[in-house]
Structures are given as structure tokens and as C-alpha cells.
């Protein structure tokens, strides 16, 4: 995956990633296999990602059934949270403190939740990143519904059940853990929170510009930032810029069948 560009000046700051082009053609399986390649990472906690030649198929397969245990794959979101946790990882640095598919229940129905709880260590401290991700068709169709879901989400009362369930699930080794404990406790204040916390919001949508390039170039570029500020336009409207501190991130698809199809494809592979 590449970084298109990163801009710190738009509201909110917005970053766009590209899966590439190989023969003048969107890398689809390229960027299916890389999303395959996260599922551990993503999925798993962590001291199950103690890899070695004898486990490395065997937690691949463990990743595989947490993510998906359902043949109705079309409308679930899997992908879109793969992906902002891959961008976050990669491009700001952030550590996961809690496994997203940690917060599916035993009947696999998804709890309203933050879809990624990680950690990022700038210099004046720990900072909580608490994402939000979309997968649409429609990239400013998912942008409208990442607005409703993070207003959801930023209410106090919400805000108050996650500290309660984010709190125990903190790994102690991770760095500044009794930190991240601290802006977690219900005795700490919600404005602690907010005042460490960043929240991304990950589209990941089809793009015509996407679907018809053929490589990365400064006009494939500037037509993606058409694309992005249309979705940019969504969230600075909305009250969401003035609640907190927001990052927007926009991966561009040819197809967004065609890649939930060959995801699809290669998880049900390593299905049991």
C-alpha cells in the first residue's frame, strides 16, 4: 500500500493510500493478499502472536474464524477495519491494545464499538486512537455514516460503558500501560480522554478515479483529492471537527466487490 499524500492543513487532516496498479491495472488480488497478510496482527491478542515455522498456518486459520464465521460476507466490515488497521500501523505508528473481533459476540453479531482501540507514542505522551472504519460503495455515503456511528459513539454514556470494557483488556506490556489504564478508569474525567485522544475515520470506498488509472501519477492524484474532499465536506459539516480531534483516511477501490470476493476467497481457505 502506498501513501498518496498526508495533509495536516484540511478539516480534519486527511491521508489517501492506494493499493497500486501492475499492468495497468488496479491491484485487486495484490491488495486482498496484503489485507490476508494483517489478519493475524488484527485479529489475534497478544501473546498468540508468538509465531514461529510450527504455528505460523495454525494462527493464519485461528485469525481466519474470528474474522469470519458467516457466508453473508457482503455487508460485513471486516474489510474496512483491516484496512484502518493496517494504515495506522504502518503510516502513524500505532500499537492495537485491544482486538477489534474481540467485541463480536458468541452468536457473531457485532456489539456497537469503536472498530480499532490502538495506542500511538508522540513526545508529550500516549495518545488513544479510537477508529472508526467504512467499507461503501459510495465514499460519501460511508462518510454520512461514519459521522452517525462517531456521534454515537462520542456520547458520554457510550463513552463511559467503553472505558469499562476497554480498561481490563489493556495489555501490561504495553508501553505506559498504568497511563492508558488511568485515561481508561472511570474515575478519570471523559475531558482527560478526549484531550489524548484521536479518532480516524477510514473510508474505504470505489473511486472512479481508481477504476480508471492506470498508474500513480500527479493527475490520478489530484482526482482523488476531488474524491476525498467531497467525503471531507461531510465530516467538517458535521459537529464531530469542534467534539474532537479527527484524522481522515481514504483508501480508493476499482472494485469494491471484486476485492470483498477475493478476500473472501483466500479467508475461506484457511477456514477449518
Not at 466490515?77 to 463480536?104: K, N, Q
Not at 456511528?149 to 458520554?156: A, I
Request: aromatic share 10%; with cysteine.
Amino acid at each position: 500500500m502506498t501513501e498518496i499524500s498526508y495533509r495536516t492543513e484540511t478539516v480534519p487532516p486527511s491521508g489517501i493510500y492506494c493499493a497500486g496498479f501492475e499492468f495497468a491495472v488496479w491491484r485487486c488480488d495484490a491488495l486482498a493478499d496484503n489485507l490476508i497478510e494483517w489478519i493475524a496482527d488484527y485479529a489475534l491478542k497478544e501473546d498468540e502472536l508468538r509465531v514461529h515455522h510450527g504455528n505460523m498456518y495454525v494462527r493464519l486459520r485461528e485469525a481466519a474464524v474470528r474474522i469470519y464465521s458467516s457466508d453473508i460476507y457482503a455487508q460485513r466490515g471486516e474489510i474496512g477495519e483491516i484496512v484502518l488497521h493496517s494504515i495506522c500501523r504502518d503510516f502513524f505508528g500505532t500499537i492495537p491494545f485491544a482486538p477489534r473481533v474481540f467485541y463480536l459476540t458468541s452468536s457473531n453479531d457485532v456489539v456497537k464499538s469503536f472498530d480499532m482501540v490502538h495506542v500511538r507514542y508522540p513526545a508529550e505522551g500516549p495518545e488513544l486512537w479510537l477508529g472508526e472504519a467504512k467499507f461503501f460503495e459510495n465514499g460519501v455515503e460511508g462518510a454520512r455514516a461514519a459521522v452517525r456511528s462517531l456521534t454515537q459513539h462520542l456520547d458520554q454514556g457510550f463513552l463511559r460503558n467503553e472505558k469499562l470494557i476497554l480498561g481490563p483488556q489493556v495489555s501490561k506490556n504495553v508501553p505506559d500501560y498504568q497511563r492508558i489504564r488511568e485515561l481508561l478508569s472511570v474515575q478519570t474525567s471523559l475531558d482527560e480522554l478526549f484531550r489524548t485522544a484521536v479518532f480516524p475515520v477510514c473510508i474505504v470506498s470505489e473511486s472512479e478515479a481508481a477504476a480508471a488509472a492506470d498508474t500513480i501519477c500527479e493527475e490520478y492524484a489530484a482526482a482523488l483529492h476531488l474524491e476525498l474532499a467531497e467525503m471531507s465536506r461531510v465530516i467538517a459539516s458535521s459537529s464531530l471537527p469542534g467534539m474532537a480531534r479527527l484524522v481522515l483516511l481514504h483508501l480508493p477501490l476499482g472494485s469494491k466487490q471484486k476485492l470483498a470476493d477475493a478476500f473472501d476467497r483466500r479467508l475461506k481457505g484457511l477456514r477449518p
